[in-house]
């Protein structure tokens, strides 16, 4: 093979793979870009982390032809997301909502942060000032069997 050949197979390996089928290609481009854009925000409900333009999963098309369908009816991108997450959930967002009960998730993970080293410094403070048993403390008996000992 020639290194033109080579080279053309290694830049259409490395391309991301895309699972838009062209019946779901929208005529217009400028609407075709809007939903490519949408439909890399909104988690494919099968395959879990993986976005819906990149699942090969039938739920993931379903979702696509009905971000589709919503801006080919006018909705503008904030609609079409609404709509889809009213109808499925917030889980479908791959980037959920700070506000509500999503907020208290966010805040959480640095709460409990802070907590725990709060705790730790704590600890660690305590433990540095408790006096240890100083050797000072001995008693008459002690102190008589520590002298004989050191005599041997």
């Not at 802070?114 to 001995?138: E, H, N």
């Amino acid at each position: 093979m020639t290194r033109a050949a080579l080279l053309l197979m290694a830049f259409l390996v490395a391309t991301p793979l895309h699972a838009v089928q062209p019946d779901e290609v929208l005529s217009d481009p400028a609407l075709e870009a809007r939903a490519r854009v949408l439909s890399k925000d909104l988690r494919c409900l099968v395959c879990r982390n993986e976005n819906i333009d990149d699942s090969n999963a039938e739920l993931a098309r379903d979702l696509r032809l009905l971000v589709r369908e919503r801006l080919v009816a006018g909705d503008s991108d904030e609609e079409a997301i609404a709509f889809i997450v009213d109808r499925y959930g917030e889980y479908v967002l791959l980037n959920p909502t700070t506000d509500g009960a999503n907020l208290v998730l966010w805040i959480a993970g640095p709460l409990m942060l802070l907590l725990g080293g709060g705790v730790a410094g704590f600890y660690l403070r305590r433990r540095q000032t408790a006096k240890p048993a100083s050797a000072d403390a001995l008693s008459e008996a002690e102190e008589q069997r520590l002298a004989e000992i050191l005599k041997e």
